[in-house]
């Protein structure tokens, strides 16, 4: 098993900057792939950022240059910088890990693919607000 908990969500103006960070216990040797989602009100969830166990980040194109998603493996800790926050950035954030037969698929490019990762341990969320 696997736990992740978040932390540094908290609210902001647009145009400013939010650090996330999750730290992850239990079995973390057998993550292969870990992320960042997010569900707005009213909204499905969505992939934001993904990284895999070589420091191969992908990432939604609506935080493309804005979202840096990074990890430290000694701490087992995952990061999402996010800068140039908007308003519609607003929702709770969500840390997920992948192992196992759970991971990223790859497209036609073999490139990640953020929208058919399946992942297999989750956060409790955090809730980040940006106000315009």
């Known amino acids: 098993q696997v736990q992740l908990v978040e932390s540094g969500g908290g609210s902001v103006q647009a145009g400013g900057s939010l650090r996330l960070s999750c730290a992850a216990s239990?079995?973390?040797?057998?993550?292969?792939?870990m992320g960042w989602s997010r569900q707005a009100p009213g909204k499905e969830r969505e992939g934001v950022a993904g990284i895999d166990s070589d420091g191969v980040a992908s990432y939604a194109d609506s935080v493309k240059g804005r979202f840096t998603i990074s990890q430290d493996n000694a701490k087992n800790t995952l990061y999402l910088q996010m800068n140039s926050l908007k308003p519609e950035d607003t929702a709770i954030y969500y840390c997920?890990?992948?192992?196992?037969?759970?991971?990223?698929?790859?497209?036609?490019?073999?490139?990640?693919?953020?929208?058919?990762?399946?992942?297999?341990?989750w956060g409790q969320g955090t809730q980040v607000t940006v106000s315009s």
């Open positions: 239990g079995y973390t040797d057998s993550i292969n792939y």
């Open positions: 997920a890990a992948a192992s196992g037969r759970h991971g990223p698929a790859r497209d036609s490019n073999n490139d990640y693919t953020l929208e058919r990762t399946e992942y297999n341990y």
